[in-house]
């Protein structure tokens, strides 16, 4: 079986990282997620997230150990003035067993727009096995979704971050500039569609650092408009 595999890759020299202390922290389980893998948690996870952006000085979002399913979640930063959000994970974010949740959503977890936002650990689990054999039959499916996006964004830290089966592109740069991603691991079966590991494009500054891909489609690809200073 063919994997497409890349370790320890670099592009675009560049190093950002975020020296934010934690300030507030808001643990997601103290606002109602349930770590069982079966309950809905995205409202949970939104939450803190809007409070954090409210917060006057920095703020830590806390994913304790345990499952968590999340739903599509939209992370905006147009009322976002928080420029040091940690979002801190010891467990591991779901997506829905049934792809047509997210259908054609395009993302699963998105930010948009933000600056300063930091990833430390954790995993994302697309849950992409349903997708990819609804594609080889082949019958009316959906795209599917990107695991993680950041669209619009500037000074972002993924840190240590696993991603696991997503439905499509594991994690995407769109437009953004000076993203540091360092210890991320990715996995997906060989014969899996359309699951990049990381894609970049219209965005300038990124560095890809201590980085394992084990997955389907290319490891790392370079979309229109990526550039250095």
Not at 157 to 181: E, K
């Amino acid at each position: 079986m063919f994997f497409s595999l890349c370790y320890s890759f670099m592009i675009i020299m560049n190093y950002y990282s975020s020296s934010a202390t934690a300030g507030a922290v808001y643990n997601v389980v103290n606002l109602g997620a349930k770590p069982d893998g079966i309950s809905d948690s995205t409202r949970s996870l939104l939450s803190p997230w809007a409070a954090a952006c409210g917060s006057v000085g920095a703020a830590t979002i806390y994913v304790p150990k345990g499952r968590y399913l999340l739903n599509h979640a939209v992370f905006g930063g147009n009322y976002c003035k928080n420029t040091h959000i940690t979002i801190r994970i010891e467990g591991t974010l779901v997506a829905p067993s049934d792809y047509r949740v997210l259908g054609n959503a395009g993302n699963w977890l998105s930010f948009e727009g933000v600056n300063g936002v930091s990833i430390y650990g954790g995993t994302l689990d697309g849950k992409g096995t349903a997708l990819w054999a609804c594609k080889a039959a082949p019958r009316n499916c959906p795209d599917g979704a990107t695991s993680l996006s950041f669209t619009n964004s500037k000074n972002i830290v993924i840190n240590g971050l696993t991603s696991l089966n997503s439905q499509m592109f594991h994690i995407v740069i769109n437009g953004c500039r000076n993203v540091n991603m360092r210890g991320v691991k990715i996995t997906a079966p060989g014969d899996s569609p359309n699951t990049d590991g990381i894609h970049v494009q219209l965005s300038t500054a990124v560095m890809i650092m201590s980085t394992g891909i084990k997955t389907g489609d290319d490891c790392i690809s370079i979309g229109p408009g990526t550039r250095t200073l």
